[in-house]
């Protein structure tokens, strides 16, 4: 009895060796480079996309058996995988077929872009004929580079065709997110329906509708429904940085990706007191399409440095827009009826139209090119406004015109080219309208610690007086440079001056008068030239006149006991003036019907258009002869 059960206890060993000696032959029929060329080519059908295998097919048997294709690449960079796994069932591969049951993508590499080309001739979805798939350590290259890295993902068929539950996690900048999606049943011809949604990183997207493939690749479409904890977070991820936003955030769209494009219509997004509707329609690249987009009421300094962001980042993008807002908050006013037709290419923006109601009942159009490729954005184009009230308008802009008379700046209406570096502004081919005068020219002014103005103008009429405060303010801070005037009439200290041309030049509280002339004032032709030093110092002019009332033009300056002096005799004069402005010697000659004079006296300036004349002896002689002789 005891020898037969010791042949028995050997019997199962031995026989299990003989099995698996018989089966480590049968594998050992298989003729790797067969299956590994059958292996390639269903793959190749079933993706209808080419496959490239960069390794030697390898058979796990541990827990398999299992086929081992190593740098596995589909399509044109489609897909790339470090390693597939394909569990296949045991006795049909020894048969020579492969009849798989499950398959791991080890190290996929997706991209998300060549995948949303995916296509075939039939146009029909492929089955999917496996009990799982499965993918680990993988990663999806988004349309800005790296999207989502460590992917991990389940997709469990209930049959061939669906429908498919998919499940997985992946890591985008360190956080985790959880990806949940049901697509249907696979039918040719026809669209298959899905739900999905995304959670982790403070985000909860969701997405539902339908994908189709279409001539030019997928067709995706539903509604698409999104929160986030974070509004600030979250638009930094999409690449606008700097929002100046605090809490959650909610937005909800129609999402469309169709023929290469992704559209986002009937778009309502809210966070921290800003509402945004529109559409957003763009390439697959991110870098090319259209987007409208009306804010409601939009503090604009508080975003000042988000904007500046993306127009640094808008290298190599072709991007249109058409952006609205009912209200800005811009230095503590409302700007209204904000509306911005642009177009960001390669860091310039071409500002097609850019029209709003600022303080002052002032309409602005703003056309023209900012240029971002410089240190500092540099614009260049053209203005149109037209103001109810400039005063306001300036004194918003921080421009207050303290010291003009308050009936003044008051109507305006301006157009002109412009440009601005941030240090020097310019303008030519300006036409102004302001109050009831009318002005041409050019000018530009430097923002710099030392300000310089250069204005060349032509003015129809204007009255000086108004605006003489203006001007002593501006020499009291040392503003340089040069003034150009011309102007049909002029009114200066109630007096009319007609055809007048004056250049001047500032520099260091020294005024260069490069030339004066007048056609008439009092009856007089008068033209000078010189150097003036408005801190006090010696000042130095030289002048000529003719009249035929001289009267007129003594009683301009202050002396008024020269009534008696005849008219239409023609008088001329020339003479130096030298000194002080507030005690200025009068020197020169006189030419009148009583003979050659000589020209003396003093001049004294109270101030901006303000001065007095006191006659010399010699001159007085000749004013009292005049006299004499008139009566």
Known sequence: MRPRRRRRRWWGPALAVLISAAAFGLFAQIDLDSVRGRAVDAVSAWLGHPVILG????????????????????????????????????????????????????????????????????????????????????TLDGLEGEMVEQLALTIVPASPTGPFDIRGTGRRNGEVLRLEVTLGRLEPGRPVGFASRVQGAGIDASLAGAVNRGTDGLELG??????????????????????????????????????????????????????????????????????????????????????????????????????????????????????????????????????ALAPGGTEITIFGRIDSTATAPVYEGEVDLVSDNLRLALAWLGLEPTGIAPDRLRRAAASFRMSFDGRRLTMTSLDLKLDTSRMRGSGNLALTPAPRVDLRLAVDRMTLDPYLPLL??????????????????????????????????????????????????????????????????????????????????????????????????????????????????????????????????????????????????ELRRLIDALAARGR
């Open 55 to 138: 390794g030697r097919l390898g058979i796990r048997f541990s827990d398999g058996p299992v086929l081992l294709l190593p740098e596995l690449e589909v399509g044109d960079k489609m897909l790339s995988v470090r390693e597939v796994r394909i569990a296949v069932r045991l006795w049909p591969l020894l048969l020579g077929r492969l009849e798989p049951k499950a398959v791991t993508l080890v190290g996929p590499r997706f991209r998300l872009q060549a995948l949303a080309s995916w296509r075939s001739a039939t146009g029909e979805w492929p089955a999917l004929p496996i009990e799982r798939l499965e993918i680990v350590e993988g």
């Open 222 to 355: 539903g509604p698409l429904k999104l929160t986030a904890a974070d509004a600030a977070k979250f638009l930094a991820r999409i690449g606008i940085v700097a929002a100046p936003l605090a809490g959650p955030a909610k937005a909800e769209a129609k999402f469309a990706w169709a023929e290469g494009r992704v559209i986002l219509s009937e778009l309502a997004f809210e966070a921290g007191g800003l509402r945004v509707t529109g559409r957003i329609d763009l390439a697959e690249s991110l870098r090319a399409g259209e987007t409208q987009l009306a804010f409601g009421r939009l503090e604009l300094e508080r975003w000042r440095e988000t904007i500046a962001g993306l127009l640094g980042g808008a290298g190599g993008r072709d991007i249109s827009a058409l952006l609205s807002a009912e209200a800005v908050d811009l230095r503590g006013a409302l700007v209204r009826q904000v509306r911005a037709e642009i177009r960001l290419l390669d860091r310039q923006m071409a500002l097609r139209q850019l029209s």
């Open 472 to 617: 002593a303010a501006a020499i009291a801070a040392g503003v340089g440079g040069t003034v150009a005037v011309s102007a049909d009439a002029l009114t200066w200290q109630g007096l009319g001056l007609r055809d007048v041309e004056i250049e001047i030049g500032l520099a260091d509280r020294v005024m260069d008068l490069h030339r004066l002339r007048i056609a008439e004032v009092a009856g007089a032709r008068f033209a000078a030239a010189g150097r003036v030093a408005l801190d006090g110092g010696a000042s130095e002019l030289s002048f000529d006149l003719t009249t035929s009332r001289p009267s007129d033009l003594l009683r301009l300056f202050g002396n008024g006991d020269v009534a008696g002096i005849p008219v239409g005799k023609t008088m001329a004069a020339a003479g130096r003036l030298n000194g002080a402005l507030a005690d200025l010697a009068l020197t020169g000659a006189i030419v009148s019907p009583e003979g050659t004079t000589g020209l003396d006296g003093a001049v004294r300036f109270a101030g901006p258009g303000v001065a007095v004349f006191e006659p010399g002896p």
